[in-house]
């Protein structure tokens, strides 16, 4: 089977539909997209068109290179005047001549965006969690600092616990304050050493909550910690 890339990185419209493809019309993206009714008896009428290496320039070659995700109009502009146009181009051009034009990281990096490469494979694997949030908006707005002590503390343990429970440790915990005129601020602080204990998290939300004047009602409260990376 051939390698997929990572093509959602690559074009800007990343359904692939029929009716969606390439940022064009349903009629025009049936050049480009197999016509589902002769895919076997069960071809579907909204099928998925998928891109691989081994089709990624019979597809893309004749696009503009703004067709691809991260070169806006001004990247394209200057890919322009310097004699490449389309998607075949790009990714014909030498890394060398562009790490000169767009410096040593860009400049290859749109060579293979050209290519239809991209830095990882599509992955099924989901992220590693590297911070928790939990927040809370209030049907009345609170101004009254002990009541918002009360809240921010059950916050920190509502979240403290439920990542303590995945066997997780905190290093960092931060409290976010929005008013009801929606003007928001968010402090942290870093804990002294990383700990698995609710009790900690919650002194230390209350603490950082120190740091705010609370002189105006408080519409939002939220509680975000930011986990050790699990090794195991």
């Not at 076997?40 to 290496?53: I, N």
């Not at 181009?89 to 030498?94: F, G, M, R, S, T």
């Not at 870093?190 to 002189?215: G, H, S």
């Amino acid at each position: 089977h051939a390698r997929a890339f990572a093509v959602t990185g690559c074009v800007k419209n990343t359904q692939f539909t029929r009716a969606r493809a390439l940022n064009q019309s349903p009629t025009r993206s049936r050049s480009v997209t197999p016509d589902p009714h002769q895919v076997g008896r069960a071809g579907k009428p909204a099928g998925v068109y998928r891109l691989t290496q081994d089709n990624w320039m019979a597809v893309m070659a004749d696009h503009p290179t703004d067709d691809l995700w991260g070169i806006g109009r001004k990247t394209a502009q200057k890919l322009a005047e310097h004699g490449i146009h389309t998607v075949a181009e790009l990714a014909e051009a030498d890394p060398k001549r562009l790490a000169a034009i767009f410096g040593p990281t860009i400049g290859p990096g749109l060579c293979m965006v050209g290519r239809g490469l991209g830095g990882t494979e599509v992955t099924t694997t989901p992220r590693e969690a590297r911070s928790r949030s939990r927040a809370r908006t209030f049907p009345e707005d609170l101004t009254d600092r002990a009541q918002i002590e009360e809240k921010v503390a059950e916050l920190a343990r509502d979240i403290g616990g439920e990542v303590i429970a995945t066997g997780r440790a905190i290093m960092r915990v931060g409290v976010t304050v929005r008013t009801a005129a929606f003007f928001t601020r968010t402090k942290a602080a870093k804990l002294a050493a990383p700990t698995t204990d609710v009790a900690e998290i919650e002194a230390a939300a209350l603490m950082v909550l120190e740091r705010f004047e609370l002189d105006r009602p408080v519409r939002l409260l939220g509680v975000r910690v930011a986990l050790v990376p699990d090794t195991t």
